[in-house]
């Protein structure tokens, strides 16, 4: 029988991943974050429906945000803080805002606080935390979180590769590849799916005079686009391609395995959930 007593839990939503190795970045977010919240409820969420069906084959078992949001609501906790483990507000981020809208009722302005009581049994307070990239501030401070992997030569040149967008929030890699290219003068973005694309990231390495290249994913683990679109042998990766030009390294650590990068989550979650203590 459920104990309804206002626990606090908090949920981490991701796009989830098949790849054990990968997978291995997620629990150091993880591990961080229960340093962070000690003896705080602590759950994640898959948006991905294929790869939760292709873990539940393998024996392991993770919920959509809706069904973790309602097995939590179901054991009685009734504050909870959503973080959203997304690299820019794109299209998940929005999905993720209205299942939490969906489950509350909306309260507030800035589109992350939501409060609900609903009798005895509903949650009363669920807020949102934003993805990596949201304010100003974020962006200066990732861009300082990568300095440590910064070639010192400037005839080196880190190349950082995001999945991209087709949502109207792709514009936040070409914000970020603007600050970058304005703090380092051989450090470049571009995206696997949208603007900067290789093309123009192609454009930046030949202005700058390079002749060496290290790519690295700026993705939250170093999943499928990063084992093979960057890293792969096969002639269209981005590693080969850049090949025929440069002297080409790939270095295939994770957004989440950089200890700054897991910090701006970690910022994003207290505020979060510093609010549900909140009226």
């Known amino acids: 029988m459920p104990i309804y007593n206002e626990e606090k839990a908090i949920l981490l939503v991701t796009f989830g991943t098949n790849v054990s190795q990968a997978a291995a970045s997620f629990k150091l977010l993880e591990n961080k974050i229960r340093q962070a919240f000690p003896g705080v409820k602590l759950v994640w969420a898959y948006t991905a429906k294929t790869i939760r069906q292709k873990l539940a084959q393998q024996g392991q078992f993770f919920d959509s945000p809706i069904t973790a949001l309602a097995k939590l609501q179901d054991t009685g906790y009734t504050r909870v803080a959503v973080q959203s483990v997304h690299i820019i507000p794109g299209q998940e981020y929005y999905d993720l805002v209205h299942i939490v809208d969906n489950m509350s009722h909306f309260h507030g302005s800035s589109?992350?606080?939501?409060?609900?009581?609903?009798?005895?049994?509903?949650?009363?307070?669920?807020?949102?935390g934003t993805p990596l990239l949201y304010q100003l501030d974020d962006f200066m401070a990732v861009a300082q979180a990568l300095?440590?992997?910064?070639?010192?030569?400037?005839?080196?040149?880190?190349?950082?590769?995001?999945?991209?967008?087709?949502?109207?929030?792709?514009?936040?890699?070409?914000?970020?590849?603007?600050?970058?290219?304005?703090?380092?003068?051989?450090?470049?973005?571009?995206?696997?799916?949208?603007?900067?694309?290789?093309?123009?990231?192609?454009r930046d390495l030949a202005r700058a005079g390079v002749?060496?290249?290290t790519i690295m994913p700026f993705m939250n683990i170093a999943g499928d686009h990063a084992i093979n679109d960057l890293a792969g042998d096969q002639p269209d990766s981005w590693r080969s391609q850049l090949a025929r030009a440069y002297t080409v390294a790939a270095n295939?650590?994770?957004?989440?395995?950089?200890?700054?990068?897991?910090?701006?989550?970690?910022?994003?979650?207290?505020?979060?959930?510093?609010?549900?203590?909140?009226?």
């Open 252 to 279: 295939l650590t994770g957004l989440l395995d950089i200890e700054a990068i897991v910090d701006i989550y970690i910022k994003h979650l207290q505020k979060a959930y510093n609010k549900l203590d909140e009226e």
């Open 147 to 202: 300095r440590p992997y910064v070639p010192t030569d400037n005839h080196h040149a880190l190349v950082l590769v995001g999945h991209g967008s087709g949502h109207h929030s792709f514009s936040a890699y070409g914000c970020l590849n603007d600050l970058l290219r304005q703090t380092y003068q051989n450090v470049f973005l571009g995206t696997v799916e949208g603007y900067p694309s290789l093309r123009e990231v192609q």
């Open 111 to 128: 589109g992350t606080h939501f409060q609900t009581k609903i009798g005895k049994f509903g949650f009363h307070k669920l807020t949102l």
């Open 211 to 213: 002749s060496r290249v």
